[in-house]
């Protein structure tokens, strides 16, 4: 089974503050994807990364793919109180899209 | 454009009652997917439908779980007869083809007592 693997599980942090969020796996993926999700809410799809080392910018957001395709990263700059959610990483794998079990972000005014 | 509506938003049942959600997809889209996101834990995917026909069912618990899309729009999904572990979101989501963006809907929470 490839899996996502997602850290911190859960990250509390002052408004203005940076932070990193990672996704790991074992496996080598074409593309992965970075969603959000807010309590109530499905999912919403924030970016797509496809080439090795690619570095895609989102506002303040950040992400990279690994270069060799098999981890990704989220660095949020100045992170502010609207940024809280859930932060998950998909990618597909035999047709099928799996999820990692996603970080738990909350920022404190 | 209307998003991906579901309902109903939350239900509450004992273990072994039956239970139905309802997902109306984004006009024109023809790719059809619902998930189980236990608290915790990312989406799984119980089925995809292609228009009205099942792409991928490998997932979906078939001794109590069924779902149709019907004319190839709106689809419902089914448990019967509940487990309490099947308290989880049920998320409903649609694409224009696959593997396009899948956009989704609020989900309904269930939960079993």
């Known amino acids: 089974t490839q899996l996502l693997e997602q850290s911190p599980q859960f990250l509390s942090i002052q408004e203005g503050e940076n932070l990193t969020v990672y996704c790991n796996s074992s496996?080598?993926?074409?593309?992965l994807q970075w969603y959000r999700q807010e309590p109530g809410e499905g999912p919403v799809l924030l970016v797509t990364?496809?080439?090795g080392g690619e570095v895609k910018k989102l506002k303040r957001l950040t992400f990279q793919f690994g270069d060799a395709r098999k981890d990704s990263s989220l660095h949020i700059t100045a992170a502010q109180p609207g940024d809280t959610g859930l932060y998950l990483c998909?990618?597909?794998?035999?047709?099928?899209?799996?999820w990692g079990a996603g970080t738990k972000l909350i920022i404190k005014p | 454009e209307a998003g991906v509506a579901q309902s109903p938003r939350y239900k509450i049942i004992e273990k072994r009652q039956s239970v139905a959600f309802w997902c109306n997809p984004i006009s024109g889209h023809a790719t059809l997917y619902w998930y189980q996101q236990i608290l915790g834990q990312g989406p799984k995917l119980l089925i995809q439908f292609q228009n009205n026909g099942v792409v991928d069912d490998s997932q979906l618990p078939k001794d109590r779980f069924s779902a149709e899309r019907l004319k190839g729009v709106d689809s419902t999904l089914k448990i019967q007869p509940a487990k309490l572990e099947d308290s989880a979101v049920y998320l409903c989501a649609s694409s224009s083809s696959f593997p396009n963006e899948q956009f989704f809907g609020p989900g309904t929470r269930l939960t079993v007592l």
């Open positions: 990364v496809v080439t």
């Open positions: 998909a990618a597909y794998s035999n047709y099928q899209l799996i």
């Open positions: 496996s080598v993926f074409s593309s």
